[in-house]
């Protein structure tokens, strides 16, 4: 639509609507543009964890840790009588997933860990009959007769021979 202008005020006036209009625009296709993304979500989310089934990581001590964990595990143990597909299909996907797993979430596994070796090491406060709390050093575990028991739980499993 074509105005006619007569004067610089209407210059201005129409420079105006056309920015504002262009703003709109711009609102506007942004718009589009995050409903597209969020309808395509289920598909991205398919095509990644196809990715996580057929790409391998890139190789380093965690990729070749789990590989030989899942071969050991799968090839050796659970598909031991399997045939020769599955045993060769099954441990190259279950590698590639598993390894990807851990690589996504490694700052939180690795949190995780951490966490669990500060509350083992920990010292635990013990409070005396007096009523005054005093520091017991962590808690180490005890073997008697092959088995293993915590130095706080002083139960010991019975000592079972066979003649």
Known sequence: MKTKLESLDDVRAERARLKNQLALSQVKMRKDITAIKTEINPARQAVGALRDLLITPKKGLLSVGVGIGVDILLKR???????????????????????????????????????????????????????????????????????????????????????
């Open 77 to 163: 143990g659970l598909l031991a009588r399997a045939g020769w597909l599955p045993r060769l299909v099954v441990p190259f996907i279950a590698r590639n997933v598993a390894t990807n797993l851990i690589y996504k979430n490694r700052t939180s596994l690795l949190e995780n860990a951490l966490m669990w070796v500060k509350k083992k090491t920990q010292k635990r406060p013990e409070i005396n009959t007096d009523g005054q709390q005093k520091l017991l050093p962590p808690a180490k575990d005890v073997v008697v007769n092959g088995h293993t028991s915590s130095a706080g739980n002083h139960v010991v499993p019975p000592v079972v021979s066979v003649n």
